[in-house]
């Protein structure tokens, strides 16, 4: 059974740096589009950054885009999210997530990982 594992968060101030790891077992993530979905408190679950299975683009949401940034490492089955210029409205819970059929229906989900932003 496939597995995601999402590491890296915690607590910082605004104007910092954290990155996000999500490390999967069971499945090979060469197959999947992955991408990072946040869920802030009484909000909906968003799709933020998504890469492609062959790493050939990326996409941002709005919002953080310019200050996040995408990537993945096949050969370790991992794929990360730098945050920069972290920002209080960055604050949510953050879940990985991998599909061969979509978004609105992805494969395989992370167990989320707490970032929160403040001084």
């Known amino acids: 059974q496939g597995q995601l594992v999402e590491s890296g968060g915690g607590l910082v101030q605004p104007g910092g740096s954290l990155s996000l790891s999500c490390a999967a077992s069971?499945?090979?993530?060469?197959?999947?589009?992955v991408g990072w979905f946040r869920q802030a408190p009484g909000k909906e679950r968003v799709l933020v950054a998504a890469?492609?299975?062959?790493?050939?683009?990326?996409s941002y949401t709005d919002s953080v885009k310019g200050r996040f940034t995408m990537s993945r490492d096949n050969a370790k089955n991992t794929v990360y999210l730098q945050m920069n210029s972290l920002k209080p409205e960055d604050t949510a819970v953050y879940y990985c997530?991998?599909?061969?059929?979509?978004?609105?229906?992805?494969?395989?989900w992370g167990q989320g990982t707490q970032v929160t932003v403040s001084s």
């Open positions: 997530a991998a599909t061969n059929q979509g978004w609105s229906k992805p494969n395989y």
């Open positions: 890469i492609s299975w062959s790493s050939s683009s990326t």
């Open positions: 069971g499945l090979t993530l060469d197959y999947y589009a």
